[in-house]
């Protein structure tokens, strides 16, 4: 396949092996800063939150291509980014199973692709960490999370997840994947239902945050 549709930089439109040209790394890197935030308020149910940048900028522009101009191809992109990082991939061992943040069926649909599963797929092939898409669940389709304030994103995502097979996870450590946190609203919800599955902790890492640390 590579042969026939040789992967291109999804910056620059370079040809590419890995789908991100040295220039554009370079790029990225001086945008990066791996953060690793413990969460330390009873009010969240989360352990650790993980980022690499802020929403701003050209990770801005491919976090949008990517989730809503029908790019799925920009996952190798990004992924390719993440794993580079010697530190995210140290914290990566020391969990038991990685999971996407799911969306609904109706979204699946309209975009063909969840952006979180591709990132969380390629990072556990890459790095040999368990990957499990098959317990949570978003069973209600909402509005769009992008679409609201705080206030009203806490309750457009009440009840909206649900948990199957459970012997799965019960007592494991979660990484969850996510492309952007803003709120919290979408990975609480999800981490809530988790822990109350049984889950020992959630952590949670994306690519970029909109939130002041």
Known sequence: MDVLFPQVCGICGKLSGNSLCKKCEILLERQSKFEIYENDSLENYFHEHLYFFKYDGIIRKIILNYKFNDKAYLYRTISNFLIKNKEFCEKVKSYDIIMPVPISKKRFKERGY????????????????????????????????????????????????????????????????????????????????????????????????????
Not at 129 to 136: A, H, K, W
Not at 172 to 195: E, F, N, P, R, W
Not at 203 to 211: E, L
């Open 114 to 213: 969840n952006q979180s599963l591709l990132i969380a797929k390629y990072i556990a092939q890459n790095l040999k960490i368990d990957l499990e898409n098959n317990c949570l669940y978003k069973h209600k389709n909402i509005i769009e999370q992008s679409k609201l304030n705080k206030e009203d994103r806490i309750e457009n995502i009440k009840g909206v997840y649900s948990i199957k097979n459970e012997e799965k996870i019960k007592n494991k450590k979660i990484l969850l994947v996510d492309d952007i946190y803003t709120t919290g609203s979408t990975i609480d919800a999800c981490s809530k239902i988790l822990i109350m599955a049984g889950v020992e902790k959630v952590y949670f890492v994306c690519i970029a945050t909109g939130m002041d640390k």
